[in-house]
């Protein structure tokens, strides 16, 4: 068998690699180079922003706990800032200021125009000064033992090594720490499938108001969040596999088909259908410590706050521990996002949204510059590091 081209070209070295340019990459490789780390941040599609832009979520869920108390703030807040800066909006005005006086219907939360986000992220972290590598699958972690040296990845320059002091994943299904050995657990999934469409209703309407934010609508053929909706007699879904992937993307696509085969194909168009699967939780890692998002409880080591976006979650406040970021055996393997280590319901349905995936991937890139400032494994850092790297809440 001729192998030539499959040993991988030493590329380059970074002290962070990010792996996985979704809202928690994005934040994780930025706050890391604020950090003053060399920061790498890898993307297999071409775009930002993950299943926050490419798989057509446009609603960033709230920055507050529902009775005008801001929970969160950091990049979460400076992203949900960037989602609407040369776009529509509907973010209400009360939270230009400080929100002290938010009326309670009146959450920090906002729609957003997925394309716009996307492109806007761009600028977003070269600005900040992290290095960006869109079109590249990253494919293995190089392991020594439990330490990570670097990722292999490919791309049409060939097979490459990358060089790392620390590896964040940020793959929104694990898949790097997973192949690096740490335990993980799949998620369980209705079957959801959203295009965007819009028609002449939506049409004049938007001539009538002038509001973008309504224009365009989800077209879910599958299931609401509850599990409303889902085929009857089908498994739940992982995502873990090729072939399930595949099934469930073509399954999504006949169905919005067999949905669209009943309209006027003069009187409605499908804007965009997602890349990639709107799977909510696919995998996450089994940490050091897990979230349970249990109203009032403190961690010595939480890396921040945040509220409960659910209709009866008004009100909670949880705090998220560090060691929800890390497998106690892996001196340098930090996840970000919806990967982190939160038991099927509460803790992962919470840790899942926009706001959590940013304020986890900021600490876990403030948690690798500091790792790499000491010369220590993740294991290593003292509450007095964790206080450092902790997004600060002005409750
Ligand atoms: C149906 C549905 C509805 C939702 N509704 C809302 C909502 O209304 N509001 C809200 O706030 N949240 C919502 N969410 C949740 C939220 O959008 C996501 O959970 C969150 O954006 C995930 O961010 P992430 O960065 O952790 O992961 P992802 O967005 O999954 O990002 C992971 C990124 O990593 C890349 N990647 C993966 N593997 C590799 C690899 N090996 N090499 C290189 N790149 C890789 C992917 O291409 C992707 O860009 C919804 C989710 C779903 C599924």
Known sequence: MDMRGMEPIFKGSYDVIVIGGGIAGVAASVSAARAGASSLLIEKSCNLGGLATGGLISWYEPLCDGEGTQMIYGIAEELIR????????????????????????????????????????????????????????????????????????????????????????????????????????????????????????????????????????????????????????????????????????????????????????????????????????????????????????TYPDAIGDCGDFRPDGTGKHYQIPFGALYNENFPNLLAAGRIISSPQGDGWEVARVIPTCALTGEAAGKAAAVCIQKNCRITDLTEQDIKKIRIPNKM
């Open 82 to 297: 960037l989602s609407v800066k040369y776009g529509f909006e509907n973010l209400p005005k009360c939270w230009d200021g400080d929100g002290k006086n938010a009326p309670r219907n009146q959450r920090y939360s906002t729609f957003y125009s997925p394309g716009v986000f996307s492109a806007a992220l761009d600028g977003y972290v070269l600005e900040n000064g992290v290095d960006l590598r869109f079109d590249t699958l990253t494919t293995y972690p190089v392991m020594e033992g439990t330490l990570c040296k670097g990722v292999v990845c490919e791309s049409i320059n060939g097979r490459e090594y990358f060089q790392a002091k620390v590896v964040i994943d940020a793959t929104g299904d694990a898949s790097l720490m997973h192949r690096a050995g740490v335990p993980t657990v799949s998620g369980k999934n209705f079957m959801t499938y959203i295009a965007h469409y819009c028609d002449m209703e939506l049409a004049e309407q938007l001539c009538k108001d002038s509001d973008f934010s309504a224009f365009r609508k989800w077209m879910n053929t599958g299931s609401d969040m509850f599990g409303k909706g889902h085929p009857e007699g089908m498994d739940l879904l992982t995502g873990i596999t090729a072939e399930e992937i595949t099934a469930y993307m073509t399954e999504g696509k006949k169905s919005l088909i067999q949905r669209i085969s009943q309209k006027d194909k003069h009187s409605f168009d499908i804007m965009t259908i997602p890349t990639m699967p709107q799977l909510r939780t696919i995998r996450r890692i089994v940490g050091a410590c897990d979230f349970n998002a249990i109203d009032g409880e």
